[in-house]
């Protein structure tokens, strides 16, 4: 079992910067990747990032050279700094931890919250 626990989200002008948290406890050593989902209103959840243990990354298309993953192995904590926020970024951003493969989720945070207004 692998709980997470998110912190940093809310309420952003367009073009500013946030940093999301994601706090990992019980087995961590299971965990092969960790990421970022978000979900907006009226849309299905899609992939915001994605870190594995290697240390590779993923990043969809609509956040590259904007947002980063990173982690702090000894906080067994993984970031998601996000600058240029746009309007569009909009929507509740959850933590993911993957166990059984590297990309897919098996266990989710809570949600935060990011609003960017224009």
């Known amino acids: 079992q692998v709980r997470m626990v998110e912190s940093g989200g809310g309420l952003v002008q367009a073009g500013g910067s946030l940093r999301l948290s994601c706090a990992a406890s019980?087995?961590?050593?299971?965990?092969?990747?960790m990421g970022w989902y978000r979900q907006a209103p009226g849309k299905q959840r899609e992939l915001v990032a994605t870190?594995?243990?290697?240390?590779?990354?993923n990043y969809a298309d609509s956040v590259k050279g904007r947002f980063t993953i990173s982690r702090d192995n000894a906080k067994n904590t993984v970031y998601l700094q996000m600058n240029s926020l746009k309007p569009e970024d909009t929507a509740v951003y959850y933590c993911?931890?993957?166990?059984?493969?590297?990309?897919?989720?098996?266990?989710w945070g809570q949600g935060l919250q990011v609003t960017v207004s224009s």
């Open positions: 019980g087995s961590i050593f299971s965990i092969n990747a």
């Open positions: 870190l594995t243990s290697g240390g590779s990354t």
């Open positions: 993911s931890a993957h166990v059984k493969t590297y990309y897919v989720p098996d266990y």
